[in-house]
């Protein structure tokens, strides 16, 4: 059973920095892509990056230039740097992990900015 862990969320003021990550574990596969998402409460779910195997990346326009989403493909691990955060970044940041057509989603890590 794959089981993805997030760590790195908290509270930070706007402007400032957090990074965030996720390791996969019970996968004797590489899982691809990987990525995040986020929700904001009252709204849906979205993609705010995600990143292939091969390194090719995608972004959400609202984060593009601020965040970088980077892998260690060989632990199954990704990570999202988060800078120039903004009050609107604020929200439950979910690890998202695919291996052909299985989806795979972590419980979510709280990221808080203030203004």
């Known amino acids: 059973q794959v089981q993805l862990l997030e760590s790195g969320g908290g509270l930070v003021q706007a402007g400032g920095s957090l990074r965030l990550s996720c390791v996969a574990s019970?996968?004797?596969?590489?899982?691809?892509?990987m990525g995040w998402y986020r929700q904001a409460p009252g709204k849906q779910r979205e993609l705010v990056a995600t990143i292939t195997l091969t390194g090719s990346t995608n972004y959400a326009d609202s984060v593009k230039g601020r965040f970088t989403i980077s892998a260690e493909n060989a632990k199954n691990t990704v990570y999202l740097q988060m800078n120039s955060l903004k009050p609107e970044d604020t929200a439950v940041y979910y690890c998202?992990?695919?291996?052909?057509?299985?989806?795979?989603w972590g419980q979510g890590t709280q990221v808080t900015v203030s203004p």
């Open positions: 998202n992990a695919r291996f052909l057509d299985q989806e795979y």
């Open positions: 019970g996968s004797r596969f590489r899982l691809n892509p």
